[in-house]
């Protein structure tokens, strides 16, 4: 029985009622189609995941995929078939096919493990792995987006219905391109500078995107802020399939955005701290990887810039390298609480962080942050180790996520290839 309580949710009351067993969709001409409460929520393969992401969307997926539906998977029915997953977590590599490799750079395979390894350290409890966090979650799954043809199938038959002029409206496809503009000479012949020489896969991913989140009849789906307008794409994408076809194959998704610790929304470079953390920076120093050493840990946080002025404050705006290492602070002193300190409320805050230290020096901040972090991140340094260790789990694990996410995607590719009108499959 598993019994571990999520500290936070995702967001919002309608993501803390149990689970109900999932049905699928009902097309009965005399009632309203049903709907299952289903998550669903993807992340590019970039390869091993930095602290950002681990204190933003990985720990939001492991907050959740502690929720377990007990009445889902009755022990008496544990040799028969399980009942569909409530909580799909994807890594979608075909979304990372839309920007040019750089030669040089790790193969898709490779980031795609490295992901799968960092997001089951990070703590989310996948179906088929029993890690530190807690044993396996039947209802949580993982897998890779090309494993199901699914999602390609039906990203077309959306194209089909999809007016160009929404794709020019997205913006992100606009901020990638022109951020592509700024590459090295080595890349220019690969889809950037001439407008005419576009690549379609990043005008067009925004509809993948929402073909991801239909094959499953998703109805939450937690995303950053930056992918809100996508998601408002998928939302009409199925109005507008439902309304031409006459008939309510998807319901449509409803964004969650994440509730952040305190801290996590604002992790910086620890170079240039008005910059985010990000993988794309040059500079290794500039971010804290999760499967980094202790030494490696101390040292970036070493040599992290903060400013000339004495003594420790908050203040993002006017000391954004001091107010970034709060944070980073902040997040591993609210996983390292005890039952104790949960039992009496105790919050760890940025700002209580700098009331405590308002008369430290630099270095004294530094090396309490620099503790804090290795406390939080040597579990999860060992358990990357322990994974990479066994890749034939790793794949495993995916297998078994693709397999039974697969049984969901089918059910809704019968109903849309119905509703299209098209020859049933032999």
Known sequence: ???????????????????????????????????????????????????????????????????????AYPPQQSDGPLAHPSQLYCIVDLHSLTVPRRPGAPTPAEQTRDMAIGILASGVRAHGYDG????????????????????????????????MGMLRRMTQWKDKWQSMNKATTETE??????????????????????ADVLAYRATEVPVGDDQRQHLE??????????????????????????????????????????RKMSKSDPAAGSRLM????????RRKIARAVTDSEMGVTYEPDRRP??????????LCQNDLRTAADLAAGVVHTPESLARDLAHAGHAVLKQA???????????????????????????????????????????????????LGMLERW
């Not at 019994?3 to 149990?18: E, F, H, I, V």
């Not at 012949?189 to 993948?208: F, I, K, R, S, T």
């Open 189 to 210: 012949n690969l889809g950037q500078g001439d407008p005419e020489n576009l690549l379609a896969g990043l005008m067009m991913y925004p509809v993948l995107m929402a």
């Open 233 to 274: 794409l998928a939302r009409e994408l199925a109005r507008m399939f439902n309304n031409s076809t006459k008939r309510t194959v998807f319901p449509p998704p409803r964004t969650v955005l994440p509730d952040l610790a305190p801290g996590a929304a604002r992790l910086m470079s620890l170079r240039d701290p008005t």
């Open 1 to 71: 029985m598993i019994t571990t309580p999520l500290r936070r949710s995702l967001a919002t009351p309608a993501l803390r009622p149990a689970l109900t067993a999932a049905a699928g969709f009902s097309s009965s001409a005399s009632k309203a189609p049903h709907f299952e409460r289903r998550v669903f929520s993807g992340i590019q393969p970039t390869g091993m995941p930095h602290f950002g992401n681990f204190a933003g969307a990985l720990s939001n997926w492991a907050r959740l995929s502690a929720e377990y539906r007990h009445e």
């Open 132 to 163: 530190p966090a807690g044993p396996s979650n039947p209802d949580v799954v993982l897998f890779c987006q090309s494993h199901l043809h699914e999602h390609s199938e039906l990203t077309w038959l959306l194209t089909c219905q999809t007016p």
């Open 290 to 297: 999760i499967d980094d050493s202790p030494e490696d840990l």
């Open 369 to 419: 942050v620099a503790d804090a972090l290795c406390a939080r991140m040597a579990p999860v340094h060992e358990e990357v180790s322990r994974l990479r260790a066994d890749p034939d789990l790793v794949d495993e694990i995916l297998r078994m996520g693709a397999e039974r996410a697969r049984a969901i995607a089918r059910e809704t590719m019968v109903d849309a290839r119905a509703a």
């Open 321 to 330: 390298g001091i107010a970034n290492l709060l944070s980073i602070m902040a």
